[in-house]
């Protein structure tokens, strides 16, 4: 029977009863089909609950329509937890507070929803935190955690999640609730008493766990004691401590059954957890370079004896990786050569002296036995980065061009630590046999390496290796008494190899547990009991014809535009809120849902591309819904770690959709609003009239609320005929720029240009001026690439025999100057004149900021006044290039105090903020961040903002002007006497 079919009606009925939203559309079902696994499923659909009531609703529906529901948090599992042809269900949305705090007694509850990071910033004030850091705890969710085990960086000090989780409410397969907590035998005991499924579980439970040839079973099969990162199957094995049991504990706690069960025997809806005091705040990170992996792991076991509070190791697959992303290749400052492996070693203390003592012992130790050739010691924010360039690993592996990537099956493995070289050497060998160079990186303190080999699953010989090396590698874990999954979970990649690796008998035990707490299967089938097969339902499908999809566009770099989106391996980056920093991804932030991450974006142009049978593979209603609230930001092109440049994959998928669906009005004269403005400039006090009545934005979609930018009186060329003589006859002792004058600076920011022309001129530059074309940056937002391209091809003609070294092309507006750096290369036909003019173009930040450094400009020439400076960062400034130019630039006045403040998107993004219908979103993007610390701001500050939509944005959220930081710093010139 078709159970999709069969339940439609039924489906339609269940979302009539929910508080929460139900959806079984297309494009839920596509962007749910994956987490940051290897494995696809298409699920039946997605829901987000509300409430206890729904999700008791949704367990009964699921009982009675023989289906199975599948929890899912931040999404972010490495190994198919969330995937599943059931009904997911969404907790990410709504269960998301926090419950009640204890703060003497140093415990917290939580829904499941709370992400890591957010639960420590609410904790930091009161010095505690929660202790599992996992390299995703920036989106990850305390659910999540629990359902995997998760441990993270921390775990040599402060253990695993399973050792925090104090109390968890849930709910039962029957609907029941129940709380798992701490008792002792005699309550223990009552609990058995009783027909209730509580009860049954009680009493399974007591009834397995007393018999001794289980007992002994379990302890025979296991993994080692001394192994703390431990998630094989159930965890019976922890339970087997309490005295009821025969161990030494006077409390059992099923608790620590559910920590680790990925879901499938209760749904958690809080958590109560234990806390820690934070760390000592005198902190110093040895980073000790290696030549070789052999010599790294020998070290592991030298550093562990100096009471390390992280031992973190990242090889160089992941270094070579940070080379080319740019967010992290700033956070190498500290990789020194070429090493094979980096150790991360921390120490703290409560003073900086004891800690120093401590490190440069820990230095002494590994020189002595000649491990390592190299030792920086890193301090303050020199740690954060390095910790996050070690992070960032897991999604820099997506970095690697092509079909082969770095896959996920053995890289959980963990082993006592004094096994860990001869592991390791073992491994290393076996993978050579395979003709594999691994990947080696994470957690090398506790004993747990995430080691990858490098296939491509869309070759048959490949996914026979795959299944292979996870077969072999399971075996060298069990010679070794570890664990074949340390913090990653089973999953659909493990969870097969579970009797091999605990025993049938205690297999077929969790198998019995299982079926006492969960009857109907209602639970994420596939998982940990009767597992789905590893080599089953991958994202791809195997030995396939590669679609030969043509763009007008080049995506050589990323061997075509279907690798470009299939570079996203779900890690989730884009689901990290404002507080976590940067700008990706403004519409998540805004909205909470999963449909509008870089994340679904990036699946649902993949599955389309892959999948669809028309003729324009482009052509789906589904993808327009998508892309729709994109803001074209392009901070994925920086903060994603993969760089899935949903922005320039969006213009792609517009061009192409409208080719089939015509383009709409409105976007023709968005797209085409240079010559309109060009126009409209012979009368502009009439156009500006005409253009802010509602009738006119009524007509054209845009929102009554919003104010339309006016034309100047004057155009940035006409005032430079005007004016061109007098700045001709200037001294000009620095040499020679060419001043791009976009379509903004001359048809609205007026000043600016002039503000531009006149401080360059006043510093001893020639400013070139010359009749370029406009940059196209409003042709590319909607998708108008055909005539983007010919703007392209035209400038970069312009400008080939111009540009250089020497002579610098130089640009106001950063999304438009920009486009030389960006957009040009993969539109132009000359593409090697594009990547020369790229090199040499500078938005007006950078080049001030170079000629700093070189001398030719100083302080001295600019006033010595005391201003308060706050600068927002454009959003393509912070992808393409960076903040620290403008700050240095605002910093030429030695009495200015200038910050570069934590604003992440303004929301307006060129015409998406006037759309009617993206109104609402967009000025909730503005208040997510931006406007609150813009009204926080004195009469007396100075805000910054280079983007003239950022401008506008500013003005219409806050009522506060905004200056370029062009004008600024020619306000603080100092004029020749």
């Not at 939203?21 to 940051?36: G, M, P, Q, R």
Request: charged share 25%; proline share 3%.
């Amino acid at each position: 029977m078709n159970i999709e079919a069969s339940t439609v009606k039924d489906f339609n009925a269940l979302s009539t009863i929910l508080e929460g939203e139900l959806f079984t559309d297309a494009l839920h079902k596509t962007i749910y089909a994956t987490d940051a696994s290897v494995y696809r499923k298409l699920p039946l659909g997605v829901a987000y609950p509300k409430s206890n009531q729904d999700l008791k609703a949704l367990i009964e529906f699921a009982v009675n329509n023989k289906i199975t529901l599948i929890p899912r948090a931040a999404g972010t599992s490495l190994a198919g937890q969330c995937v599943g042809d059931g009904l997911v269900v969404d907790l990410s949305k709504h269960f998301t507070k926090i419950v009640s705090f204890d703060e003497q007694n140093k415990t917290i509850t939580v829904q499941p929803g709370v992400i890591r990071d957010e639960l420590n910033n609410f904790l930091k004030p009161y010095g505690l935190f929660f202790g599992p850091n996992t390299s995703t705890s920036n989106r990850c969710m305390i659910g999540g955690m629990v359902g995997n085990n998760s441990s993270g960086t921390t775990s040599i000090k402060y253990g695993v999640t399973r050792d925090k989780v104090l109390r968890l409410k849930t709910i039962l397969s029957d609907g029941s609730e129940v709380v798992f907590e701490d008792l002792n035998t005699e309550e223990f005991l009552l609990r058995t008493k009783g027909k209730s499924l509580e009860s049954s579980i009680y009493k399974t439970l007591h009834h397995e766990l007393s018999n001794t040839d289980n007992q002994l079973e379990i302890k025979k099969e296991f993994p080692k004691p001394s192994i703390h990162r431990r998630n094989n199957g159930y965890a019976v094995d922890a339970l087997l401590k309490s005295k009821i049991f025969g161990g030494d504990e006077s409390q059992i706690n099923l608790s620590k059954l559910m920590a680790g069960s990925e879901g499938t025997l209760a749904f958690t809806t809080e958590i109560t957890l234990k806390l820690d005091d934070v760390p000592p705040s005198k902190n110093i990170m040895v980073a000790a370079h290696s030549h070789s992996i052999e010599a790294i792991m020998k070290a592991v076991v030298i550093a562990m004896k100096h009471n390390l509070y992280t031992c973190e190791l990242m090889d160089k697959t992941i270094l070579d990786c940070t080379k080319n992303n740019r967010e992290q290749i700033k956070n190498r400052f500290f990789v020194e050569g070429d090493p094979k492996a980096i150790l991360m070693l921390e120490i703290c203390t409560d003073n900086d002296a004891d800690s120093n003592a401590l490190a440069d012992a820990l230095i002494s130790d590994l020189q002595k036995h000649k491990l390592g050739y190299a030792f920086p010691k890193l301090i303050g924010n020199q740690i954060n980065q390095a910790l996050e360039l070690r992070k960032a690993g897991l999604g820099l592996l997506g970095n690697i061009i092509g079909d082969n990537k770095a896959v996920a099956c053995i890289e959980d493995t963990a082993v006592d630590l004094k096994d860990l070289p001869n592991y390791i050497a073992e491994f290393s060998k076996m993978m050579e046999d395979f003709g594999q160079n691994a990947v080696y990186y994470a957690h090398a303190g506790a004993g747990e390496l995430h080691l990858r080999p490098i296939l491509n699953l869309k070759k048959q010989e490949d996914v026979v290796l795959f299944r292979e090396i996870t077969s072999k590698t399971a075996e060298l874990v069990k010679k070794y008494g570890g664990s074949f999954s340390g913090e990653h979970g089973d999953g659909i990649v493990r969870a097969e190899f579970i009797p091999k690796m605990i025993g049938e008998k205690n297999y077929a035990l969790l198998k019995r547990i299982k079926q006492t707490f969960d009857p109907n299967n209602v639970f994420n089938k596939g998982k940990i009991i009767d597992a789905f097969s590893m080599d089953e339902n991958l994202r791809y499908e195997v030995d396939r014809v590669e679609p030969d999809i043509l763009t007008i566009q080049d995506f050589s770099d990323s061997l075509g535009i279907l690798r470009a989106a299939e570079k996203c391996n779900g890690s989730g980056d884009c689901r990290k809120l404002p507080d976590a920093g940067g700008t990706m991804c403004p519409s998540y932030r805004a909205t909470k849902n999963e449909k509008d991450t870089t994340r679904a974006r990036a699946n649902a142009l993949r599955e389309f591309l892959t999948h669809s049978d028309k003729k324009n593979k482009f052509n789906h209603k589904e993808l327009y819904e998508v892309f729709d609230l994109c803001l074209s930001c392009k901070a994925c092109a920086s903060e994603c770690p993969s760089n899935v440049d949903i922005a320039t994959l969006k213009a792609e998928f517009l061009y192409q959709y409208h080719k089939e669906n015509g383009l709409p009005l409105r976007s023709k004269l968005f797209g085409n609003s240079t010559n309109l403005n060009k126009l409209g400039s012979i009368t502009p006090r009439l156009t500006n009239f005409l253009l802010n009545t509602k009738i006119t934005k009524n007509f054209l979609g845009i929102a009554s609320q919003r104010s339309i930018p006016k034309l100047e009186a004057i155009t940035f060329f006409n005032w430079y005929k005007k004016n061109k003589k007098r700045l001709d006859t200037a001294p000009c002792k620095n040499g020679e720029v060419y001043l791009f004058i976009d379509e903004f600076v001359n048809y609205y920011d007026v000043p600016v240009g002039i503000d531009a022309i006149e401080l360059l001129t006043s510093l001893g530059y020639k400013v070139n001026i010359t009749s370029h074309k406009e940059s196209g940056r409003g042709f590319i937002s909607k998708g108008m690439l055909g005539k983007a391209k010919k703007l392209a091809d035209y400038n970069v003609g312009f400008f080939k025999h111009l540009i250089s070294n020497d002579a610098p092309l130089v640009g106001i507006e950063p999304s438009a100057i920009l486009t030389f750096r960006d957009e040009y290369a993969r539109l132009a036909d000359d593409k090697e004149a594009a990547k020369k003019i790229a090199k040499h173009t500078f938005t007006i930040e950078e080049f001030i900021a170079r000629e700093l450094n070189e001398g030719r400009i100083n302080s001295n020439q600019f006033t010595a006044e005391k201003q308060v400076v706050k600068i927002h960062g454009h959003c393509h400034q912070k992808a393409l290039s960076s903040m620290e130019s403008a700050f240095k630039m605002l910093s030429i006045p030695k009495n200015y105090t200038v910050t570069i403040i934590n604003s992440g998107c303004c929301g307006m993004a060129g015409s998406f903020g006037y759309e009617k219908e993206h109104y609402a979103l967009s000025m909730q993007v503005g208040e997510d961040t931006l406007f609150p610390k813009i009204r926080n701001m004195g009469d007396q500050t100075i805000i910054v903002a280079s983007g003239t939509s950022c401008r506008h944005q500013i003005k219409d959220g806050t009522d506060k002007n905004a200056k370029h930081a062009i004008s600024v710093l020619r306000a603080a010139l100092l004029q020749p006497h």
